[in-house]
């Protein structure tokens, strides 16, 4: 039985990260498919998060292309991009809540935003998203009220509240504990499995990249360039590449 052929949501070409004169990664060629979830890895200050930054909208890159489907994304104006965003959700590293609203409140503001929904049914929409997350009747909680875990679990909520096509994660699992990054891991795969929404994770952490990587790229900082792509436990099984493997298994002898 033949496996349906892969379909880029977003391709990578030839893509440049600078900060003026600086070069932090060149020459970066990789597709993320649809209902991946494609990890950026690689060591601190590899440029993970600035690669993401460009995914969303937030920097330009200093060459290059990234392309949503047919949509050359920076080529693009800025109406087009950001109707390419409004299907896309964002967790950010802290989570990013706003303390002085409940999670309900949290919930409620891109929906109140940018839709016509009623009162009622944006109850019903934030009900249901802290449910999917496993925050069912949490809604009238603050954020100051919930441990670190759950904070994440409600800044997932917030960012599906659009129902987007791909969710963006900024270390997910960064000041969380085993216990709670490994929860945090579940629901990441539970939701793709569930909703089959394009998911980009930009993590270091391998017990996470090995749990729910079906893609990745590595960013070498010593060479400033990608020199691996695919999923990672293949990787590991395949590379001949020293750097490469003394990230993903953190020096261990096998």
């Not at 875990?149 to 994660?169: S, V, W």
């Not at 293949?234 to 750097?243: E, I, R, S, V």
Request: proline share 4%.
């Amino acid at each position: 039985m033949k496996t349906a052929a892969k379909e880029a949501h977003i391709s990578v070409r030839h893509l440049t990260m600078a900060y003026g004169d600086f070069v932090v990664m060149r020459d970066l060629t990789f597709d993320i498919n649809r209902g991946d979830i494609f990890i950026i890895m690689g060591g601190s200050g590899c440029g993970k998060s600035t690669l993401m930054r460009i995914l969303i909208g937030l920097k330009p890159p200093a060459k290059g292309k990234v392309w949503y489907g047919e949509v050359d994304f920076w080529g693009a104006d800025p109406q087009t991009r950001d109707q390419i965003m409004r299907r896309a959700g964002v967790m950010y590293q802290s989570g990013a809540l706003w303390s002085s609203m409940t999670l309900a409140e949290n919930i409620s503001l891109p929906l109140e935003t940018y839709t016509d929904l009623t009162t009622d049914q944006i109850r019903e929409v934030v009900a249901w998203k802290l449910a999917l997350v496993g925050l069912a009747g949490f809604e009238e909680f603050y954020p100051a009220e919930i441990s670190g875990g759950m904070q994440k679990r409600a800044g997932i909520a917030r960012a599906m509240a659009l129902d987007p096509e791909i969710l963006f994660f900024d270390e997910p699992s960064a000041g969380l504990d085993p216990v709670s990054a490994r929860r945090l891991d579940d629901l990441i795969l539970e939701l793709n499995d569930s909703l089959s929404t394009t998911m980009v994770v930009v993590t270091h952490e391998l017990a996470s990249i090995f749990a729910i990587g079906s893609n990745a790229v590595f960013l070498d900082s010593s060479t400033r360039t990608m020199t691996a792509a695919g999923n990672p436990k293949q990787l590991l099984a395949d590379t001949h590449d020293p750097t490469l493997r003394l990230f993903l298994t953190r020096g261990e002898k096998s």
